[in-house]
């Protein structure tokens, strides 16, 4: 199992800067591809970023390229989403996730194997 804790949310003023962490127990964690997604008040689940088991490959949604950066550390059993420029529009619960496919499941998040509780990220204007 990998069960997920996230930290590191927060409020903070467009421009600013945050830092979310995701901690994962569990001695299987460099397997899984790990991620993270975002729901605002109102709307659907999206998609945000993921990166590879081995951290080689990353990918990212159109509107956080180039402001966010996701990264793990193996040996410390963690991912990070390192989020600059923060816009109001980025006001979301951020949940981790892990999967140990690249597939389809990294679309919607449906079928995800282990999903984080969230952690509240709200950007004022």
């Known amino acids: 199992q990998v069960p997920l804790v996230e930290s590191g949310g927060g409020l903070v003023q467009a421009g600013g800067s945050l830092r979310l962490s995701c901690a994962a127990s569990?001695?299987?964690?460099?397997?899984?591809?790990m991620g993270w997604f975002r729901q605002a008040p109102g709307k659907e689940r999206e998609f945000v970023a993921r990166i590879s088991s081995s951290g080689t490959t990353t990918n990212y949604a159109d509107s956080v390229k180039g402001r966010f950066t996701i990264s793990r550390d193996n040996a410390k059993n963690t991912v990070y989403l390192q989020m600059n420029s923060l816009k109001p529009e980025d006001t979301a619960v951020y949940y981790c996730?892990?999967?140990?496919?690249?597939?389809?499941?990294w679309g919607t998040g449906y079928g995800m194997e282990y999903w984080g509780k969230g952690t509240l990220v709200t950007v004022s204007s």
């Open positions: 569990g001695r299987t964690f460099s397997f899984y591809a």
């Open positions: 996730a892990a999967d140990r496919s690249w597939g389809t499941v």
